[in-house]
């Protein structure tokens, strides 16, 4: 199974269980169907998008871990700045 299966499979399944909640297909206390349900894909969207933050923050604390991705960087910066400058930009 590809990645690509892998996700949908999972995010049908995760949709599956959702309709059937919202749907009040499955039994829930009154609280619980009125206030919470709802607001299901709010909190897994805000959820989903503090974990990409947290993983991105996390890429930038150790990037310097990974010596030759840092150097090749470096080195792009270089010859962009020096590609700038050849054309009469101030970078500083």
């Given at each position: 199974?590809?990645r690509?299966?892998?996700?949908?499979?999972?995010?049908?399944?995760?949709?599956?269980?959702?309709?059937?909640l919202?749907l009040?297909l499955v039994?829930?206390?009154?609280?619980?169907?009125?206030?919470?349900?709802?607001?299901?894909?709010?909190?897994?969207?805000?959820?989903?998008g503090?974990?990409?933050?947290?993983?991105?923050?996390?890429?930038?604390l150790?990037?310097?871990?990974?010596?030759e991705?840092?150097?090749?960087?470096?080195?792009?910066?270089?010859?962009a700045?020096?590609?700038?400058?050849?054309?009469?930009?101030?970078?500083?």
């Amino acid at each position: 199974m590809t990645r690509a299966q892998q996700t949908i499979s999972i995010a049908l399944l995760v949709s599956s269980l959702y309709l059937s909640l919202y749907l009040e297909l499955v039994p829930l206390p009154a609280l619980v169907q009125t206030a919470i349900v709802p607001v299901l894909p709010f909190w897994a969207l805000v959820s989903f998008g503090a974990w990409i933050l947290f993983r991105l923050g996390w890429g930038m604390l150790t990037f310097r871990d990974t010596p030759e991705a840092y150097k090749e960087l470096m080195e792009e910066i270089k010859l962009a700045q020096a590609d700038l400058r050849a054309k009469g930009v101030s970078v500083d």
